[in-house]
């Protein structure tokens, strides 16, 4: 989304509005997310549904009056609406590590694991053996802010016009946010990993080649399954591995007809040696064309590819504080009514665990920076 200055004198928060009619359960919400998407309405009661289109087109009269109360209500049956859907969609960062939702009171902790007494024998020479010690230990981290609004044309609702700016707006704060928070966990893992001083599994090459994943998944195995994941640029790079072995000058099929079919219909490996491969999903941002002219710019960067292994103490932790809040005011430039949508999010590599995820940067490609 565009970056927009509210005008902070004249802000409605939804979180103001104590005495809110709707609520997250409330028909109404229900009702508005399948008008906005063009939803067969015929499994709703007919009345309800009236009923329904004429409270919004109430409200957005209000609020083109300037009446808070009737934003706020505005506000919160977006909010409703965008809120599960986001949620759903950020579910991805418990592929990537260990994800957790915390209250708005709650501090994000992270936790870190060592090994003490890591030193031990066959047999005791006398005393006792000193076996393999874990201990722990938790660090408080700051969260980000992650932002995403749009221009509310109140006439729309005012005038019953659902599909309109406002469904586009609601979707596309969806993917904005989704993408921003994802954004900022990868940035996050890749400080990490670039910049640990002691071990580390971090490589670059120019492009994704076979010996270099080989030689990460070696490594990662001892840690247990991995998982292999990044952008379409990196992991469709390993389709060259499997389906066809160059011998001399001679270029022969190999792997089964079922390899090469799973590439024609996904596009990607679904598995190699062993490790799930994944595509995370990196969306056009619409806002930001290229200088070309040629396309848009990529909300994530496209050269990491990551080797999480699973079934350890994730190393990446991430958390949501609290859920989605809004706010909106009028820009102090173009003077439009702009609602904002926020959503606290925590990340980072637990101290002394950098080690447990590899990573493979493709020099073809920039690097993301926080």
């Known amino acids: ?12 928060k939804d979180a103001d509005a104590a005495s809110l009619k709707v609520k997250a359960t409330s028909p109404v919400v229900e009702i508005f997310s399948a008008l906005i998407e063009g939803k067969d309405m015929s499994r709703f009661d007919g009345k309800k549904v009236d009923k329904t289109v004429e409270y919004i087109k109430e409200l957005g009269s209000k609020a083109l009056a300037g009446d808070s109360m009737a934003i706020s209500e505005i506000n919160a049956i977006q909010r409703f609406v965008i809120e599960p859907k986001l949620i759903e969609a950020i579910k991805i960062f418990s592929f990537m590590g260990q994800y957790k939702s915390i209250p708005y009171d ?25 076996f393999a010690a874990t201990s722990w230990s ?6 980000q802010t992650i932002s995403g609004g749009f221009a509310v044309d109140y006439r729309e609702l005012q005038s019953g016009n659902f599909g309109g700016s406002v469904a586009e707006g609601m979707e596309q704060v969806k993917i904005d946010m989704q993408n921003k928070a ?13 910049n640990c001083t002691s071990v580390k599994h971090f490589a670059e090459s120019n492009g994704i080649t076979k010996s270099g994943v080989d030689d990460m998944l070696k490594i990662m195995r001892r840690y247990g399954k991995v998982n292999i994941c990044g952008d379409y640029s990196v ?9 066809y072995k160059t011998i001399s000058t001679t270029t022969i099929p190999y792997g089964g007809d079922t390899v090469a079919e799973e590439i024609r219909k996904n596009g990607l490996l679904s598995y190699y040696n062993s490790a799930a491969v994944v595509e995370l999903p990196n969306s056009f941002n619409y806002t930001k064309p290229l200088a070309d002219k040629t396309s848009f710019e990529l909300y994530m960067p496209e050269g990491l590819l990551f080797f999480i292994p699973t079934g350890n103490i994730a190393p990446l932790q991430i958390f949501r504080r609290g859920g989605l809040t809004t706010m909106t005011g009028d820009d102090i430039v173009t003077r439009q009514h702009l609602t904002r949508f926020d959503l606290e999010i925590g990340a980072g590599v637990a101290k002394g ?12 490609f920039s690097v993301p920076t926080l």
């Open 235 to 243: 992991v469709s790079q390993m389709n060259d591995f499997v389906g």
């Open 353 to 364: 665990m950098e080690h447990l995820i590899g990573l493979i940067s493709d020099t073809n």
């Open 1 to 12: 989304m565009n970056t927009f200055e509210i005008n902070m004198e004249n802000v409605v």
């Open 106 to 130: 709650t501090v994000p902790m992270m936790r870190t694991y060592k090994y003490e007494s890591v030193d031990s024998r066959w047999q005791a020479n006398s005393g006792d053996v000193p």
């Open 182 to 194: 994802v954004y900022y966990v990868i940035a996050k893992l890749y400080d990490a990993l670039e």
């Open 138 to 143: 938790e660090y408080p981290i700051a969260t």
